[in-house]
Nanobody
């Protein structure tokens, strides 16, 4: 069982930055697909960024490319999402997700639907005002 605890959300003005953190209860240094999802009111959940921890291959949804960076600190079992140049449309609840997938790849992680992740954090709210 993997427990994920997010932190770092908050309110910021457009153009600002935030860093989200997701602390895992076990080592996820290898063989894990890890992702940041978000869901805004009235909208479907979407994968914002994914990483396959074996090799560190990352993918981003088009709307955040060049603005968001997913990274991890294996020593701390922590996943991060650095968000810059934030826009009001980035306002959402952000969730960290993880699933153990040995012999997987970065591209296959990105293709996973949210329902295929077994472990989720409780979510952290990000609000961007114009």
């Amino acid at each position: 069982q993997v427990q994920l605890v997010e932190s770092g959300g908050g309110s910021v003005q457009a153009g600002g930055s935030l860093r989200l953190s997701c602390a895992a209860s076990v080592s996820t240094a290898t063989d894990y697909c890890m992702a940041w999802f978000r869901q805004a009111p009235g909208k479907e959940r979407e994968a914002v960024a994914t990483i396959y921890t074996t090799g560190g291959i990352r993918y981003y949804t088009d709307s955040v490319k060049g603005r968001f960076t997913i990274s991890r600190d294996n020593a701390k079992n922590t996943l991060y999402l650095q968000m810059s140049s934030l826009k009001p449309e980035d306002t959402a609840m952000y969730y960290c997700a993880a699933d153990r997938r040995p012999w997987y790849s970065g591209s296959r992680c990105y293709a996973l639907g949210g329902h295929e992740y077994n472990y989720w954090g409780q979510g952290t709210q990000v609000t961007v005002s114009s």
